[in-house]
């Protein structure tokens, strides 16, 4: 039977400075004066509309994503806090993350973001290489990026996520490593480092950047940049996520461990279980900047929704659990899908014999084989 998990919030902001060559988000490349005052009304209309979806629930985490949310001013994003505490219960020390891009310059903003309710800050680094920096299509250079993290620092932020890519054009072993020295150096709380992948509909997938690095290099780059992480006091408890003790990201293991969160914003995506309905579903929001704030809390600005059927909710649940070290329970399982274990007996047999997955009492979790095989472990549960 189907058993209300923890509720978070997804904000999508989707306006950069300039488009990244690597990048498939739904962001924009900023055309002149960003229309704030309108996108705040257009979120929490937004919001309004999606509140039957959770009436009487708390919010434990709420993340700003994007795009670059930090091209918004503070206030504007305190106007969308305060509209969101007046429309749901914000959970007592929830975990408010807003990402930042350090190559604009709105990072002296961030006593103004404290003081408007956010508590976690993500920074989009990638390397802090000026030359591969540049062949990324970013805006900052290192210099840039140090100088925002102390800003930030000098703030009160000490909860805050750099974000990190191996495998660059041009990028050696030894400069994946000076990468992780220095990303040290800054104290963050967390690290999240992660392979450049060639994403379909992108200018890197259209035309490969010379200098990439073969896939034995890749691997020597992510074990050994892995090893310096755990040195420097990190525990890895996902696939590209690394901590420190009690600082994973709240909002990120709740999409992992299959929680539920409601998306506003142009382009953002929700996922509500319903067990009066024994429903789960999913919603999301047009894509495109323009038609969102045209339809915001309209019937139009809903740009789908979509039941996760029973035959899907395996693939779905192993999909995010098991990108978590930590695996999964059985009784989580049950909780979130509504299923009973025979749904995904044999899978686990299988991935048992393959030396995918170990079992602990209830509790499944990934080898490293299966850690490196994920693809084929989740393949599993696919069905028919």
Known sequence: MLTLPPLALYVHIPWCVRKCPYCDFNSHAQKGELPVDDYVRALLADLEQDLPLAWGRSVHSVFFGGGTPSLFPAAAIGAILDGVAARLRLAPGAEITLECNPGTAEHDRFEGYRAAGVN???????SFDDACLQRLGRIHDAAQA???????RRAGFDNFNLDLMYALPGQDLAMALHDIERALA??????????????????????????????????????????????????????????????????????????????????????????????????????????YLAT????????????????????????????????????????????????????????ET??????????????????????????LFLGD
């Open 120 to 126: 976690r800050l993500s920074f989009g680094i990638q």
């Open 146 to 152: 140090e100088s925002a993290v102390r800003a930030a």
């Open 186 to 291: 800054l104290g963050p709380a967390h690290l999240s480092h992660y392979h450049l992948t060639l994403e379909p509909n992108t200018l890197f997938a259209a035309q490969p950047p010379p200098g990439l690095p073969d896939e034995d290099s890749a691997w020597d780059m992510q074990e050994a940049c892995q090893t310096l992480i755990a040195e420097g006091g990190f525990a890895q408890y996902e696939v590209s996520a690394y901590a420190r003790p009690g600082r994973q990201c709240a909002h990120n293991l709740n999409y992992w461990r299959f929680g539920d969160y409601l998306g506003i914003g142009a382009g953002a995506h929700g996922k509500l279980t319903l067990p009066s309905e024994d429903r789960i579903l999913r919603r999301w929001k047009p894509k495109n900047p323009r038609d």
């Open 296 to 351: 915001a809390g309209t019937p139009a600005g809903i740009g789908g929704d979509e039941d996760i059927g029973a035959a899907r909710r395996p693939f779905d649940f192993m999909l995010n659990a098991l990108r978590l070290h930590e695996g999964f329970s059985l009784p989580q399982f049950e909780a979130r899908t509504g299923l009973p274990l025979a749904a995904i007996a044999a899978q686990l047999q299988t991935a």
């Open 354 to 379: 393959q030396g995918w997955l170990a079992r602990e009492g209830e509790r499944y979790r990934p080898t490293e084989l299966g850690q490196r095989f994920n693809n084929d472990l989740v393949g």
